[in-house]
């Protein structure tokens, strides 16, 4: 069961309550939410990167980007989609501007 509960909310990307549902067709089990998130976090079945794991992302994706190579990275077995590296870089620059919005050229 927890390989499924792994394969379908981190690599079929489905949100807690979708997962919770499928767990529950597949193998008529229920529990709280809380005794999920909690099982989840212990698997360490997170979504989510720390600020460690965004800025030695950000680090290596520069880095393969000057040296011409393909920027693949996986987190907790599942790969990391480009699109969300991009959301990284523009969070990052955004912070490194306290927020503000960057002037146009003019």
Not at 62 to 67: A, I
Not at 78 to 102: A, F, W, Y
């Amino acid at each position: 069961m927890k390989e499924d509960i792994r394969r379908i909310y981190l690599t079929e990307h489905k949100t807690l309550s979708e997962t919770r549902n499928e767990i529950k067709d597949i193998y008529n089990f229920s529990a709280s939410e809380r005794t999920w998130k909690y099982h989840l976090d212990k698997w360490r079945f997170n979504k989510k990167l720390t600020q460690e794991e965004k800025a030695f992302v950000l680090s290596k994706a520069q880095k393969r980007h000057l040296e011409d190579k393909e920027i693949i990275f996986y987190h907790n077995g599942v790969l990391l989609d480009t699109n969300k590296i991009e959301r990284l870089k523009r969070q990052r620059i955004s912070e490194e501007c306290n927020g503000e919005p960057l002037a146009a050229e003019k």
